[in-house]
């Protein structure tokens, strides 16, 4: 079992940044993030691996945010610059133990744990 804390959500202004972390029990092959909408899908923004570094994002945010990593500390940040009212959402981290394909990294069921959720909300 692996639980994941996330931190970091909160209010800003269309413009503004903010910063997520999402803090592991244990190690992982990778860590993504997703988020929700109300109304809408759960839908993939960003993915690294944890071993090699490599980054993956969702095209809607791309040169916005940031994904990055502490090994260390088994915790994984999303920088968020620019933000726009239609980044408002549910943002969740979540987990994935075992190798997996890059393609699959955007697949929301690929994941083995999931955080709790953390609030974002952009105001224009």
């Known amino acids: 079992q692996v639980q994941l804390v996330e931190s970091g959500g909160g209010l800003v202004q269309a413009g503004g940044s903010l910063r997520l972390s999402c803090a592991a029990s244990?190690?992982?092959?990778?860590m993504g993030w997703f988020r929700q909408a109300p109304g809408k899908e759960r839908e993939f923004v960003a993915a690294?691996?944890?071993?090699?570094?490599?980054?993956y994002y969702a095209d809607s945010v791309a040169g916005r945010f940031t994904i990055s990593r502490d090994n260390a500390k088994k915790t994984v940040y999303l920088q968020m610059s620019s933000l726009k009212p239609e980044d408002t959402a549910v943002y969740y981290c979540?987990?994935?133990?075992?190798?997996?394909?890059?393609?699959?990294?955007?697949?929301?069921?690929?994941?083995?744990?999931w955080g709790q959720g953390t609030q974002v909300t952009v105001s224009s």
């Open positions: 979540a987990a994935e133990l075992n190798f997996s394909p890059v393609l699959r990294l955007r697949v929301r069921n690929e994941y083995d744990y």
């Open positions: 244990a190690r992982t092959y990778a």
């Open positions: 690294i691996l944890l071993n090699g570094g490599g980054t």
